[in-house]
């Protein structure tokens, strides 16, 4: 039987608290999770951020406290700002492009500003503290967002994530930290040029973009240089007539070339017509395909079912006469 699959925290317990705030990450940790994902940008002096976003308008207010500092399409990008004035900005609930309204409407009210924008070294020592207080090892989980654009703008975002987690010991493949990037020339530089020992994620999307990438040769070229594969959940099942779920041609691609399955994203407000929960989801998600990791914004309820699963897994075993 396969291990069962740790939970990576999606930019922390982003079903309960803003997303990529100290908080959501303390909840995140507490809840269970194994590895908290960090969405890692630079700022203007060259500082990295954990933010999701290029820009800051749609999680912060920005537009209110810095109302000229927009670029010409209408976007207020992290890296026109030093950190000393990211930090002076708000962090809410993650809005709809240009709306007032919330993108997820049932998740933490969004009127609330307690919560700042915190650098990547911050949440390390988050973590690390809590991992020396508790006694667990939970994991980190950067990704590097838009490395072109970030070299464009005069600052290589892999090399300094590479060297801020190296200061703080993460150097290592057995270390608790898995790199993602959805740019593969990136990636196989970080592996190849930047010669980086940790596990590395090759994340892929659909479309046309990834289509070489997700073919068999294209997956054995990934394995040269990455450990796993983060695709979006549907791309990995196929839904039969009566919703029962199979592991997809991807699925068994990906595990012929060695590459393991991380999977994203799973959230109790946004399911697919077959699941009537996020855990009947899990459930026939997780029966029909082994995964090493799952990416989730409620990583609580993703714990309680890979722990079920896998009590009834082995309970088989233990009644046996
Ligand atoms: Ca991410």
Redesign the pocket.
């Given at each position: 039987m396969p291990a069962p699959p740790f939970v990576i925290a999606?930019?922390g317990a982003s079903g309960y608290l803003p997303e990529h705030t100290l908080e959501g990450k303390a909840l995140a940790y507490g809840l269970g999770a194994d590895f908290l994902?960090q969405?890692v940008v630079a700022s203007r002096d060259g500082e990295l951020v954990v933010l999701?976003d290029l820009y800051l308008d749609d999680t912060t207010d920005v537009a209110q406290r810095f109302p000229d500092r927009h670029r010409h399409d209408g976007h207020f990008y992290a890296i026109d700002f030093d950190l000393e004035e990211l930090r002076r900005l708000k962090v809410f609930e993650r809005r709809r492009p240009g709306a007032a309204e919330a993108v997820y409407e049932d998740r933490f009210p969004g009127g609330i500003g307690l919560f700042r924008i915190n650098t990547l070294e911050e949440e390390i020592e988050l973590v690390d503290g809590l991992n020396r207080s508790t006694g667990r090892r939970v994991g980190l989980y950067p990704?590097i967002?838009n490395p072109r654009w970030h070299l464009e703008h005069g600052i290589d975002l892999s090399r300094r994530l590479l060297e801020c987690l190296a200061r703080h010991g993460y150097r290592e493949p057995g270390d608790a930290v898995y790199v993602?990037c959805f740019d593969a020339a990136e990636l196989r530089r970080v592996r190849v040029d930047l010669r980086c020992r940790l596990k590395l994620v090759q994340l892929v999307g659909q479309g046309p973009a990834y289509e070489d990438l997700l073919t068999p040769e294209g997956l054995s070229r990934v394995a040269e240089y990455a450990d796993s594969l983060g695709p979006a959940y549907a791309q990995l099942v196929s839904v039969g007539d009566d919703a029962t779920l199979k592991a997809s041609g991807l699925a068994g691609a990906a595990n012929a070339a060695r590459l393991t399955l991380h999977p994203?994203t799973f959230r109790r407000d946004v399911l697919p017509p077959y699941a009537a929960t996020l855990e009947h989801l899990l459930e026939s998600f997780l029966t029909a395909v082994p995964v090493e990791g799952l990416f989730c914004d409620h990583p609580d309820l993703a714990v309680r079912v890979r722990d079920r699963l896998a009590r009834e897994a082995r309970a088989p075993e233990l009644t046996a006469p």
């Open positions: 999606h930019r994902e969405d999701h990704e967002k993602q994203y």
